[in-house]
């Protein structure tokens, strides 16, 4: 695994927050079709049915992915059942900006989590790049008045948020430990159809204590059907997939940090179609966090 950042890793790296900033933004317009964890659950019903016909014969006994059950079993727990169905659940309370830019906290997670369980060493330049990223997160959340800091109150959707990007840190880090049999780690639609069909089981589980503790039901209809659609083929196939590659060119610490261009993605969007035109305190923010990535990718 290299750390070397060339431009076609770059690119690797900066799909997935492009497909993810427009997942934060479709999860917020269909929040009143379908409950949160639901939706989760069906995202990846129709991201299973997309993988089958490219990768079915991992679903055989002498694939090795049931000898491995347990690394797929953490895997998709972690990057599957926890982290998507806290972001959708984040966006109930928090809007899509809020939630991109709280979790630019991204990078600290990664180097930590690398430091103290993967035995990664962290650079000078990774430390400055998180410091900057964590400043663009705290202008965001004082909304550019520092003095406003001491007075902030997180909705629960952050503290959604920032759950659920611990649980995708660790989750990239297992990723570069390569541990899966060599067949299902050289074919990217058996090693991401081998997380679905455990992470099928976690999100279902937890989609159905939503129904059973909550009021839930599902208002169907074509919007309902295009945004599952979307959601399904580029958050979840698609940039996952380019994730994954990113992640073994680069290092999850390196990726981590293009992780943060989701929220220049997302103040696009966000204006694009919900009307919640960026501010000032957002440019600085941005500025911030695209400071961070260019220092933490400095050799």
């Given at each position: ?56 014969w ?5 694939s090795g ?5 347990q ?5 998709s ?5 926890c982290?998507n ?22 990078p600290?997670w990664m ?5 103290l ?6 650079r ?6 998180a ?12 909304r ?6 001491m ?9 959604f948020?920032?759950?659920?990007t ?10 570069s ?17 081998a997380?679905?069909?455990?992470g ?9 204590m939503?129904?059973?503790?909550t ?17 399904a ?16 060119r ?33 440019v ?15 050799p």
């Amino acid at each position: 695994m290299t750390q070397k950042l060339s431009p076609v890793t770059a690119l690797l790296l900066t799909v997935p927050p492009l497909l993810w900033a427009g997942n934060a933004v479709v999860g917020r317009l269909v929040s009143d079709l379908v409950p949160p964890i639901t939706l989760n659950f069906l995202r990846w019903a129709v991201a299973l049915f997309i993988l089958l016909p490219l990768a079915g014969w991992v679903l055989r006994r002498s694939s090795g992915m049931w000898q491995h059950w347990q690394r797929f079993a953490l895997l998709s727990l972690l990057g599957v059942g926890c982290y998507n169905a806290l972001q959708y659940l984040a966006l109930q309370t928090s809007t899509p900006l809020n939630v991109t830019l709280v979790a630019a906290s991204g990078p600290v997670w990664m180097l930590g989590i690398g430091a103290l369980f993967f035995q990664a060493p962290v650079r000078r330049a990774q430390v400055y790049g998180a410091v900057l990223s964590i400043l663009g997160v705290l202008v965001v959340l004082s909304r550019g008045d520092w003095a406003q800091l001491m007075a902030v109150r997180l909705v629960v959707g952050d503290l959604f948020i920032l759950l659920a990007t611990a649980c995708w840190s660790w989750y990239s880090w297992l990723l570069s430990r390569r541990d899966e049999p060599e067949a299902i780690r050289n074919d990217w639609a058996a090693f991401l159809l081998a997380q679905v069909v455990f992470g099928l089981a976690w999100s279902g589980l937890f989609a159905g204590m939503e129904w059973g503790l909550t009021d839930a039901h599902i208002r169907w209809g074509w919007p309902l059907i295009a945004a599952l659609a979307f959601v399904a083929v580029g958050p979840a196939v698609l940039a996952y997939r380019c994730w994954g590659l990113g992640i073994q060119r680069a290092g999850p610490a390196v990726a981590g940090f293009f992780a943060n261009l989701t929220p220049l993605f997302a103040a696009i969007f966000s204006a694009a179609f919900l009307g919640e035109l960026p501010q000032l305190y957002h440019v600085a923010a941005f500025a911030l966090i695209v400071g961070g990535i260019v220092v933490s990718a400095r050799p």
